[in-house]
């Protein structure tokens, strides 16, 4: 297993530039993230590690070695493809063999990789199987399996669960987990799905409009988002977010205001006095308690989860969504009650994004 | 009756005219061959034959020299058909695949030459062919067939190229094969339902290519059956349907082994399931 390097990496499709120098340093056995909306880039940065697209500029790293002009037959890495990609015309164990047979293994060898590889992902009883007889799960394990019994270098999975139904996405997402734990692979997993992204990474690369927004772990970026785009993309429901002047109370602590209510804003904001901020607050955090008729806030939706309950409310003209364990007898219409506090507050630059606090 | 037999029933039905069209000729040419000359004119001719009389076939192969004309027919669709796939595979491949410049322009100048009747190019394909020597040749024939066709391979090759996923040539360069390998191993056996309908187009269209080989072909010898076919019909005195319709029976007997012998490629959809 191996180390990635990426130094300044740009990719330019004639005069549009989709990526803007990239710094990114993978380590051995890690399993990094790239997550994002569509088109940020993602996939084309990870189709540029595996060699599938060629590097504008910068430096691509693999083990200290540069890999910019290397081919992607020559870099020892394996790739999971959100479509398979399995050979249709060969059956399972030929699927996973090939890239043996391409490398002269001796047969007996071959076998040994194949079998072991088919046991890890259950597929012992399909290796005599066409593809197109297999249902998506097992399609989705003979790609893993072609990569694994390689023992390559490096791992890539462009968005390798994203035609499975949501039952088996999650048994899949555990599944991944389980093999990198036992594997230790060094993984890059593209994603733009924040719950795959938060399950599987031990460090996840939030990225938008061919730029790095955050690295980091995922609590690092779900509690301290450096930009409002790294909050709002992050967790589910997604981060409340408004805006508001700062403004200095008597004993000069700073607030800004929802409608005509004040709401205290975290210490330090005191140096921003004047500006206007957007304040985000994550769902499961805002307090919310039912009221009899003078509560703050107006129910408008209520989605039922079993284990949570999610509010959509109206506040002062403000849309805000609340997530509460308590099962509160509320209905769309009803007052509610909610709590702000300062503590759990993101507060970002309304200009440049940037965090605040 | 259910509904869909019921369907079924009424498409064949509808379908039973165009049979008939297909089908009489077949009928008139087994029923003439297989008919003695003098049973042809009878008064009263009937579909049947008294006895059936192998005579004809014998008279053509043994002293009309259609068996020659038919080896010669065979050698040029076998070789327009090979040297045509030869030259189309990879120049579709690369038009499906590579980042070819000009590939638009190219592809319209493709179409244009089809557009052009072969006729038009006769008096100037004779001329080339003897400059290079090559009248009574072959492998005129062969290479000639092979130009015209080839356009039309090129572009349905490409057509059936762009349906395969480039996923799958992706993920065989990962797991360490060239692009040799990968379009031999992975691209190749893909692709071959695509190959066979291009080159049984080819084959059958070299088959019964008519005017070429009749002005580049000048020998006797090395007619080729469409040709021989013409000829027999122009003996001095006579028409002699029995051997015309034996020839015509013959001539179709090798398109017809073509056909069945791909048949099992057309109906297979390969690339299914490989990828989502």
């Not at chain 1, 083990?63 to 081919?71: A, E, K, L, P």
């Amino acid at each position: 297993m191996s180390s990635i390097a990426i130094r300044n990496l740009t990719k330019s499709y004639g005069s549009v530039q989709v990526l803007h120098g990239i710094d990114l340093d993978i380590a051995d056995e890690e399993f990094v993230v790239l997550v994002g909306p569509s088109g940020c880039g993602k996939s084309t940065l990870l189709r540029m590690i595996a060699g599938l697209e060629d590097i504008t500029a910068g430096d691509l790293h693999i083990d200290g070695t540069r890999m910019n002009d290397v081919s992607p037959q020559k870099r020892d890495l394996a790739m999971v493809f959100q479509s398979y990609a399995l050979y249709p015309h060969m059956t399972v164990a030929e699927n996973m063999a090939f890239s043996l047979s391409l490398r002269g293994k001796q047969k007996s060898a071959i076998e040994r990789e194949v079998g072991d590889a088919a046991r890890i992902l259950h597929l012992e009883d399909y290796l005599d199987r066409l593809p197109k007889s297999l249902s998506g799960g097992q399609r989705q394990r003979v790609a893993m399996g072609r990569a694994i019994v390689r023992h390559p270098k490096a791992f890539l999975f462009d968005e390798p669960l994203s035609n499975l139904d949501a039952k088996l996405r999650t048994h899949m997402r555990a599944e991944i987990k389980q093999l990198h734990q036992s594997l230790g692979a060094t993984s890059v997993y593209v994603t733009h799905d924040q719950i795959e992204a938060m399950t599987l990474a031990d460090r996840i690369v939030v990225m938008n409009a061919g730029r790095v927004e955050q690295v980091g772990t995922p609590l690092e970026l779900f509690d301290r988002p450096r930009t409002r785009f790294v909050a709002g993309f992050i967790g589910a429901p997604a981060m409340n977010f408004f805006e508001g002047k700062v403004e200095l109370n008597e004993q000069g602590k700073p607030h800004t205001h929802i409608g005509p209510s004040p709401v205290a804003l975290p210490e330090g904001m005191e140096s921003q006095a004047g500006a206007i901020v957007t304040v985000g607050l994550r769902p499961q955090h805002i307090p919310v308690s039912a009221a009899s008729t003078d509560g703050n806030a107006r129910v408008e939706l209520v989605e039922q989860t079993g284990c949570e309950t999610n509010l959509l409310l109206k506040l002062a003209g403000i849309d805000f969504t609340v997530q509460t364990r308590d099962r509160l007898e509320v209905n769309a219409g009803d007052a509610v009650n909610l709590e702000f506090d300062s503590r759990n507050m993101h507060v970002f630059d309304s200009n440049s994004g940037q965090r605040l606090n | 009756m259910t509904r869909k037999a019921k369907r079924s029933a009424l498409c064949w039905l509808g379908l039973s005219p165009l049979l008939i069209v297909v089908l009489f000729p077949y009928a008139t040419m087994l029923s003439t061959a297989l008919k003695r000359k003098d049973e042809i004119f009878q008064f009263e001719t009937t579909w049947l034959p008294d006895s059936l009389y192998f005579g004809n076939f014998i008279e053509l192969f043994a002293n009309r020299g259609f068996g020659r004309a038919l080896l010669n027919s065979l050698y040029i669709s076998f070789g327009a058909t090979l040297v045509s796939l030869a030259v189309a595979l990879p120049a579709a491949y690369a038009l499906s695949r590579l980042r070819v410049p000009g590939k638009g322009t190219f592809r319209t100048y493709l179409l244009v030459t089809q557009l052009i009747s072969p006729i038009v190019l006769i008096v100037g394909l004779f001329r080339l062919f003897a400059y290079l020597g090559m009248i009574n040749d072959l492998n005129a024939l062969v290479f000639a067939h092979s130009a015209f066709y080839m356009a039309f391979a090129v572009w349905m090759l490409q057509s059936y190229f762009d349906t395969i996923p480039k996923d799958l040539e992706e993920a065989a360069w990962m797991d360490g094969a060239s692009r040799l390998k990968s379009f031999r191993r992975v691209f190749l056996p893909l692709c071959l339902p695509g190959i066979a309908v291009t080159s049984l187009f080819t084959f059958v269209n070299s088959w019964n290519e008519y005017a070429m080989s009749l002005t580049i072909l000048r020998e006797g010898s090395l007619q080729t059956a469409p040709v021989k076919i013409a000829f027999l019909t122009g003996t001095l005195y006579e028409t002699e349907w029995n051997i015309i319709m034996a020839a015509t029976l013959v001539a179709t007997v090798p398109v017809a082994i073509v056909f069945a012998s791909i048949q099992s490629y057309l109906i297979r959809g390969l690339s299914l399931g490989g990828v989502k």
